[in-house]
T-cell receptor, first 111, second 117 residues
C-alpha cells in the first residue's frame, strides 16, 4: 500500500528565504507526482505535476524535483513571500488508482 | 470557465442525521471523485464516479454513498452522521483516462465544510 510522508510538518521562515519541502513515497511505481497548495479552510490548487519520466518541473519561483528510484520529491520555493504561507500537499498516482496524499507541510513566511 | 463548484460551503448537523453534498465538475470533465479531509490530515479518497456508476471506492463504510447524474454532476450522501465525520469534503473532476499514462490531472473544488455536533 502506497504511503506518502511529508517533512517537516510545519515550517516558519523569514521573508526572502529560499526553502525546500520534502515528500517521500514507499512504492516507486508511480505514474506522476503532484504538488498542491491549500489555503486555510479552502480547496486544493495544483502547483506542479511531474510525470514519472521527468526529473523536474518549474513554475515561476517554484521548482519540483522527482527521484522515483529513491521515492523522493522536493518542492523548492525561491525568495519566499508572506503570500506563500499555506499548506503544501504532495500526492502520488499509480495507474488507475486514486491519488494518495501526504499530510502536508504548513508553511508560514514571516514579513 | 467555471471550475469545480461545490455546495453548500459550510453546514452543521447533529449526530444521526443525514447530509447531501453537491458537486458540479469542470466543463469538459466527466469523472468525479470525492475526498474527505479531516483537520490536519491529507485528503482521503472516498469514491469515484464515471458514467453514473461508482467505479472505485476507498476504505469508507456504506454510510457513505454517492450518485452521478447524466450531466456529470454528483452528490455525496452520508447517513447516520458521527462526530468523526466532521471534515472538509472535497470534490475533484477530471477527464476520463483514455490511456495508461496516468496523465489526467484532477481539478478540485473549494470543498464543503461539515461539522457534526
Amino acid at each position: 500500500k502506497q504511503e506518502v510522508t511529508q517533512i517537516p510538518a510545519a515550517l516558519s521562515v523569514p521573508e526572502g528565504e529560499n526553502l525546500v519541502l520534502n515528500c517521500s513515497f514507499t512504492d516507486s511505481a508511480i505514474y506522476n507526482l503532484q504538488w498542491f497548495r491549500q489555503d486555510p479552510g479552502k480547496g486544493l490548487t495544483s502547483l506542479l505535476l511531474i510525470q514519472s519520466s521527468q526529473r523536474e518541473q518549474t513554475s515561476g519561483r517554484l521548482n519540483a524535483s522527482l527521484d522515483k528510484s529513491s521515492g523522493r520529491s522536493t518542492l523548492y520555493i525561491a525568495a519566499s513571500q508572506p503570500g506563500d504561507s499555506a499548506t503544501y500537499l504532495c500526492a502520488v498516482k499509480e495507474g488507475n488508482t486514486p491519488l494518495v496524499f501526504g499530510k502536508g507541510t504548513r508553511l508560514s513566511v514571516i514579513a | 470557465d467555471a471550475g469545480v463548484t461545490q455546495s453548500p460551503t459550510h453546514l452543521i448537523k447533529t449526530r444521526g442525521q443525514q447530509v447531501t453534498l453537491r458537486c458540479s465538475p469542470k466543463s469538459g470533465h466527466d469523472t468525479v471523485s470525492w475526498y474527505q479531509q479531516a483537520l490536519g490530515q491529507g485528503p482521503q479518497f472516498i469514491f469515484q464516479y464515471y458514467e453514473e456508476e461508482e467505479r472505485q471506492r476507498g476504505n469508507f463504510p456504506d454510510r457513505f454513498s454517492g450518485h452521478q447524474f447524466p450531466n456529470y454532476s454528483s452528490e455525496l450522501n452520508v447517513n447516520a452522521l458521527l462526530l468523526g465525520d466532521s471534515a472538509l469534503y472535497l470534490c475533484a473532476s477530471s477527464p476520463e483516462l483514455r490511456s495508461s499514462s496516468g496523465a489526467n490531472v484532477l481539478t478540485f473544488g473549494a470543498g464543503s465544510r461539515l461539522t457534526v455536533l
